[in-house]
């Protein structure tokens, strides 16, 4: 076992365990295992996880694996006991259990109220609720972040992997602002062919430090939609956004991609309380 040298090494390793957690949601994740994973010591490794992670290994599995489980439920027809498994549970009655403590409703429920295909065309009569829009000239952000490829529900590993790395160099306080950008449509290509980008605000004077790549957003009129709710339901405001508001607001969209900001985080809020802004650009009026 390799000692460790300092935080960015120790920030390292449980980048590791991170993206370790995210592609083996379905397996079994014990604390021998993952103490491997991070090459330290299996009697401390979980109080230096907790300290830098600010939350259990147990919450952040449950976290993530109920979010998974929002997703497919909300865009894929596998069944709830599919669904269930592909999420790490062992039967039905625990994935049930634990998803009505966090959403507050069972599965099937909650896929009935959400529930959107990739290839199901959503008719504007079931997004009748508006939701608040503002048009405004929003101020360039930068960022540093990571490119994501596939399935836009699972961005958070490269959210995760860009904190941990900023957090190594101290670059991380209460002003940070949390954005991703949105390339492609996800009704347009396949899945796998998804391209988005996570980032977090980074001040003036700081360099983004290696692998995050540097980026900004923002820099003109945007028309900004704040949805309240699980991520996995965000679909309907995108097709209110764009099928009701836009065709009836006179502006036309600007040749830039849509993004998001994260107002508030699902490691301390709930899924119906989780607050989310959706920027769409605006082309300047000739």
């Not at 993530?64 to 009655?93: E, F, K, P, W």
């Amino acid at each position: 076992m390799n000692p460790p040298r300092d935080l960015s090494d120790y920030q390292a390793r449980l980048s590791k365990v991170m993206a370790y957690i995210h592609d083996n949601l379905s397996a079994p994740l014990d604390l021998d295992r993952l103490a491997e994973v991070a090459n330290l010591s299996p009697y401390h490794w979980h109080r230096i996880y907790h300290a830098l992670q600010g939350e259990t290994l147990a919450a952040t599995v449950l976290r993530l694996r109920l979010q998974r489980g929002s997703g497919y439920l909300a865009h894929t027809t596998h069944t709830v006991a599919d669904i269930a498994r592909r999420c790490g549970y062992r039967n039905v009655q625990s994935f049930t259990r634990a998803f009505r403590q966090v959403y507050g409703a069972s599965p099937a429920a909650w896929r009935e109220r959400t529930s959107q295909t990739p290839f199901e065309a959503v008719p504007l009569a079931a997004c009748a609720d508006a939701w608040p829009v503002d048009v405004r000239e929003v101020p360039q952000i930068t960022l540093a972040g990571l490119d994501h490829r596939g399935s836009y529900m699972r961005i958070g590993q490269a959210f995760e992997a860009s904190r941990i790395h900023m957090a190594a160099q101290n670059l991380i306080s209460s002003e940070t602002r949390w954005l991703a950008v949105y390339v492609d449509d996800p009704f347009a290509f396949p899945e796998a062919q998804l391209h988005s980008r996570a980032g977090l605000s980074l001040a003036p004077d700081k360099a983004a430090p290696a692998p995050l790549v540097t980026f900004s957003l923002g820099g003109g009129r945007c028309a900004v939609l704040r949805y309240r709710g699980p991520y996995a339901g965000m679909r309907a405001a995108y097709h209110w956004l764009f099928g009701t508001w836009l065709m009836d607001s006179g502006y036309t969209p600007a040749n830039h991609p849509v993004f998001e900001e994260y107002l508030n985080s699902p490691r301390d809020t709930a899924p119906a309380d989780l607050l989310t802004d959706i920027f769409l650009p605006l082309a300047v009026s000739e």
